[in-house]
Nanobody, 115 residues
Framework: QVHLVESGGSLVQTGGSLTISCAASGLTMSRYLVRWYRQVPDKAREWIITEPISGASAYALSVKDRFSVRRDNVNNIVYLQMNSLKSEDTAMYYC?????????WGRGTQVTVSS
């Protein structure tokens, strides 16, 4: 059974940095493309990053040059590093892994950016 667990969300000041993580069990994330999304209440889930198995990541314009992804293949974790945080980055953040016809999501971790 596959489980993804996001963690590390917290309250952070505008301009600050935060790293959140996505830990997997039941699959080896190094073998799959990983996507990050975020969602605010009453709005659709927004794609922000695609981290391929190899090669360059793809970023939404809203986070490009501020967010980055790093894989820890030993511990089966993917990290999302967020810098220069803005109030509009406040959201629930989710990781997603697609394996064949299955798409796996965690429950999310809340990031709140406040001045």
């Amino acid at each position: 059974q596959v489980h993804l667990v996001e963690s590390g969300g917290s309250l952070v000041q505008t301009g600050g940095s935060l790293t959140i993580s996505c830990a997997a069990s039941g699959l080896t994330m190094s073998r799959y493309l990983v996507r990050w999304y975020r969602q605010v209440p009453d709005k659709a889930r927004e794609w922000i990053i695609t981290e391929p198995i190899s090669g360059a990541s793809a970023y939404a314009l809203s986070v490009k040059d501020r967010f980055s992804v790093r894989r820890d293949n030993v511990n089966n974790i993917v990290y999302l590093q967020m810098n220069s945080l803005k109030s509009e980055d406040t959201a629930m953040y989710y990781c997603n892994v697609a394996r064949g016809a299955e798409s796996y999501w965690g429950r999310g971790t809340q990031v709140t950016v406040s001045s």
